[in-house]
């Protein structure tokens, strides 16, 4: 809120920057790292194993064995983030300022709706790998590259551009409630703890916060993911501005309203975790960055 006293964006906000890339980065490699390890009972947890894994390997150590989903996943989490604080400081006028949480909204907003060039391609690739495996028949691609050349090879500019505005629907109203949750959580956790100042949490009021996000990005989008989804599992790529009320239209014919949150409740509670530790890492290495 305008008015106050709380120091909201103190240190993460001071950025806009080169330093968004790096932390967002490193909070991509973070969320990797929870992905591979799950279940594997080496960590307590995603930020056990974030704090062992730099102060055994290095930040380096982070990367190690996971070169492909790295990539895009980093690559979107920097993106993502330094267009967020950019639409912070385009509001507030500069970039330490705190935001009111509307700010934080239409930043986060405007964070998705840029983050979809680079989102829409990785969850092509990734979606439609992930469903060979199970369907009958058809090619088996090896991996994201082969995926993509042969996308290109079939349908041109298009094969790589599938369901793009279908991404960008569902990034937009997920990132405003992204951000919105985690900072809505982080203030109030700031005054319940810390006096207001959001520079005093530690890791776990901050992995808190950034579940609150993570549980609010699904509620805002479930049903747009899942109508991306339909689009890029498709036989082609659509033509024409109504290829997204089509699918919906498609999706509750066949399942109903049903359809529109089928895998919701596992999809909510991996993000809890994920976006735990991609916010506290985001935010640890911003302060570390800021000195």
Known sequence: MAGD???????????????????????????????????????????????????????LGLYKGMASPLVGIAAVNSLLFWAYSYGKALQTGSATATPTLGQVAIAGAGAGA???????????????????????????FRGPVSLARH?????GARGIAWGFWATVAREIP?????????????RALARALAGGDVDRLGPLPLMAAGSAGGVS???????????????????????????????ARSIAAEQGLRGFYRGFTPSVLRSIPAAAVTFASYELVMRALNG
């Open 174 to 186: 997920a990132y405003a409630a992204f951000y919105t949750g985690f900072e809505a959580a982080k």
């Open 5 to 59: 006293s709380d120091r909201a964006d103190s240190n993460s906000g001071a950025g806009g920057g080169w330093k968004d890339f790096v932390a967002g980065s490193i909070a991509g490699a973070a969320q990797v790292v929870r992905m591979q390890i799950e279940g594997s009972g080496v960590f307590r947890g995603p930020m056990d194993c974030l704090v062992k894994t730099v102060r055994n390997e290095g930040v």
């Open 151 to 155: 996308l290109v090879g079939q349908f």
């Open 217 to 247: 990005y699904w509620l805002a989008c479930y049903p747009l993911d899942v109508i991306k989804s339909r689009v890029q599992n498709s036989a082609a790529p659509p033509r024409g501005a109504g290829y997204i009320a089509a699918a």
């Open 114 to 140: 840029v983050n979809s060039v680079l989102a829409s391609p990785v969850e092509l690739l990734k979606v439609r790998l992930q469903v060979q495996y199970s369907a009958a028949g058809g090619a088996v």
